[in-house]
């Protein structure tokens, strides 16, 4: 029979070798060891890791975060499913920790440490650079098994329940990795579903928006403006931007400042001068929006250097985080056309922007959240600002979507976007794109501590899964159980039954009770390492008529 051969004769001589041989030493390098893989071991080290994940700049990885929790709470609880239905004795012999009210196997001690330790290793291989991620990977690969030789040498566990551990955080780790890290890039990796795929490069002509050229071929020698937000835009970096542009041809630099009086700072001016060749905007969503409606239709390329509180222009066009790598990329890449809304009202003078306007609940956020408190926690200053205004009343609003019949809601929000992603990666807008033609428009509008949790939960799962498929073009759309309800359209009219605090690109403005905004498509050229995305998006030419834009490869020129 098979239980007297090899490897069964190792269930119970294995243990009894061990104790046989048991040292002072080996009792404390495994007792360490079984601590570390235990119950408040391992749920201590996944929330710190947790934590930084979300914590440490450049931006919070939620779904590495969610990733690394889940592979530890789904394999304990496949542990408790198995042991339930598993009752199998420990070895017998002396053991030197107290055995627990479960099954022998599996080992939760080893398979929460794959789960953690092998997640960890995953995360380290997929998203970190250089060759020390292999010597880190390593390392922490061979914590699950140490564990395992450990919990044998206690006389905790037979070899044949460190196996069945082993499988147990392997193929947790297989599933959810599928789940969440499949199709996400590290540095390298794709651009982020809140970037569109309408704008494939073409070569053309320099002054032509929505055209593209090769940056490094040329304008050698042109003159580039660099618009400069002071507190945004330290020396230290101002010098970096000046060095990477003369390294890219750029040695005639206008440098200008922003001001409360001039928040463009002399770019008109120099614009109207002619001959310039760039412009570069150095500083957050603010610095890019002004930057934005001076050049926006002059066919005068815009890049950036995000170096602001948000920055979420940049972060939807997959530029990297770092300021300095973000314009070395651009410069290296070609100018693609991407739309601008133009938003204007009671009160609010007629301007552009990049990314979104709003009133409501997100305009009351933007205008309490603290400035010593945005310095010091950049984005998260915003959310400590929003716990604030919960509480706040409904609107009473109507929208009226390209000219149509008026459609009376309340809600607590209304955001009007041109991209859709948020900090954080959350995904407000799903079907946003920066060259669709077009502006999509979410009423959020939660009701009551369920309502709340619905709308969360629905934000958190695009966040995470990032699918492939958003809401499809078109409304109104109504998700969770009507909390979250979309609209799209070329020009978006919004009436609000009482004044209502309003804000433009992370701007605030002047209280009022009227946003109306209308989509300037392809309007202003901006300077990117590859086109913002590569999927078709729909778009809405001038004369009303709905097209779909079909991607073409970019051609050589474009190309990185």
């Known amino acids: 029979m098979a239980v007297g051969h090899w490897p069964l004769t190792l269930e119970d001589r294995l ?12 009792n404390g390098v495994t007792a360490g060891l079984s601590l570390m893989a235990s119950t408040e071991g391992i749920i201590g080290v996944t929330l710190l890791c947790v934590a930084l994940l979300l914590a440490l700049p450049p931006a919070p990885r939620w779904a590495e975060a969610v990733f690394l929790g889940a592979s530890v709470a789904v394999q304990s609880a496949v542990f408790l499913v198995v042991t339930f239905f598993v009752e199998r004795p420990r070895p017998d012999v002396a053991q030197l920790d107290g055995a627990p009210p479960t099954s022998s196997f599996p080992s939760g001690h080893v398979g929460a440490s794959v789960a953690l330790y092998g997640g960890l290793a995953v995360l380290v291989l997929n998203r970190a650079r250089g060759p020390w991620r292999y010597l880190a990977a390593g390392v922490l690969l061979l914590v699950p098994p140490a564990v395992g030789l450990s919990r044998v040498y206690r006389g905790m566990h037979h070899p044949s329940d460190v196996l069945g551990g082993l ?3 392997a193929a947790t780790l297989l599933v959810l990795g599928s789940v969440f890290l499949s199709g996400r890039g590290g540095a390298d990796g794709p651009a982020p579903h809140g970037v569109s795929g309408g704008a494939a490069a073409v070569p053309g002509q320099p002054g032509q928006p929505g055209r593209s050229d090769r940056a ?21 970096l101002a010098a970096e931007v ?13 440098w200008t400042s922003t001001t409360l009086d001039r928040p463009s700072g002399r770019l008109a001016e ?9 412009v570069v905007a150095c500083g957050g969503d603010g610095t890019v929006r002004v930057c934005a409606d001076v050049v926006a239709g002059t066919g005068i390329p815009l890049a950036l250097v995000p170096c602001g509180t948000g920055n979420l222009l940049a972060r939807n066009l997959d530029l990297p985080s770092d300021p300095a790598t973000a314009l070395d990329e651009a410069l290296a890449g070609g100018d693609f056309g991407i739309d601008v809304g133009r938003v204007e009202g009671d009160g609010l003078p007629p301007t552009r922007f990049t990314v979104m306007a709003g009133a409501g609940f997100d305009a009351a956020m933007v205008r309490d959240a603290s400035p010593v408190l945005k310095a010091h926690l950049g984005w998260a200053a915003y959310a400590l600002s ?10 009473r609003l109507s929208l009226r979507l390209d000219g149509g019949r008026r459609i009376r809601r309340r809600a607590r929000m209304v955001v009007i976007g041109n991209v859709g992603a948020l900090q954080a990666g959350l995904q407000l807008l799903p079907r946003a794109r920066p060259d669709s033609g077009r502006m999509e428009v979410v009423l959020f509008d939660p009701r009551g501590a369920a309502g709340w949790l619905a709308a969360a939960a629905h ?11 958003a809401l499809a073009p078109g409304g109104p759309v109504s998700v969770a159980a009507g909390s979250l309800e979309y609209f799209s359209a070329a020009r978006i009219e919004v009436r609000f039954a009482r004044t209502q605090g309003r804000e433009v690109d992370g701007d605030t403005m002047d209280d009022g009770s009227r946003l109306t905004v209308d989509t300037e498509p392809g309007a202003l050229r901006i300077r990117l390492p590859r086109a913002p995305g590569a999927a078709a998006a729909p778009w809405r030419v001038t004369d009303g008529t709905s097209r779909t834009a079909r991607t073409a490869p970019a051609t050589p020129t474009a190309q990185l």
């Open 216 to 236: 490094g071929g040329r304008g050698r020698g042109g003159r580039v403006v660099v618009v400069r937000h002071p507190h945004g835009c330290p020396d230290e």
């Open 242 to 254: 000046r060095a990477r542009l003369h390294r890219h041809g750029f040695t005639d630099q206008r």
């Open 15 to 26: 243990p009894q070798d061990f104790v046989a041989h048991r040292s002072p030493v080996g």
């Open 167 to 169: 499988l147990n955080g």
């Open 270 to 278: 120099e614009c109207a001068a002619g001959g310039v060749e760039l």
């Open 459 to 469: 934000l958190a799962a695009r966040t995470v899964r990032r699918p492939a498929a």
């Open 386 to 395: 929003a716990a604030r205004h919960l509480r706040d009343p409904r609107m």
